[in-house]
């Protein structure tokens, strides 16, 4: 029987998830793919790192929704986030303000760190890769 916790890793999963692919897919078809790498240049970052990025939030999002290999995706999205919060930590705390706030990726951190903690909860793709995946206490 699937106890409270693994719901609620459950919803975390989905949210994260949701989280990566609104965002991989808003730099396609919001911010296009040149503007997004434009967007990145100008930040300091190599333009092709966009790329990379675009095909790494979708694909994260992808399998955080249907929990393959959460620990592991959980952890990977970091440097993105890390990134993220780079270009948000200048512009003060409140997301609302001009260019964003940094309260926003620095929670996306904290919720990946936890989810990385607490695992894949609830109704997650059963795969054999999984078997990698730390045993619960």
């Not at 459950?10 to 790498?37: Q, W």
């Not at 959460?70 to 993220?84: C, E």
């Not at 989810?115 to 894949?120: I, K, M, S, T, Y």
Request: proline share 6%.
């Amino acid at each position: 029987m699937t106890n409270s916790s693994e719901y609620g890793a459950l919803i975390l999963r989905l949210a994260l998830g949701v989280m990566y692919l609104a965002h991989g897919l808003l730099k396609v078809f919001v911010f296009t793919l040149p503007g997004t790498a434009a967007f990145f240049a100008g930040q300091g970052f190599p333009a092709w790192t966009a790329y990379v990025v675009v095909a790494a939030e979708i694909l994260a999002g992808i399998a955080l929704i249907v929990g393959f290999q959460v620990r592991l995706v959980a952890i990977a999205g970091l440097p993105i986030l890390l990134g993220a919060l780079l270009v948000h930590l200048p512009n003060g705390w409140v997301f609302s303000a001009p260019n964003g706030g940094w309260e926003y990726p620095a929670f996306l951190i904290v919720a990946s760190v936890v989810q990385a903690l607490v695992g894949a909860g609830a109704y997650a793709v059963q795969w054999p890769l999984a078997k990698l995946q730390p045993a619960r206490a």
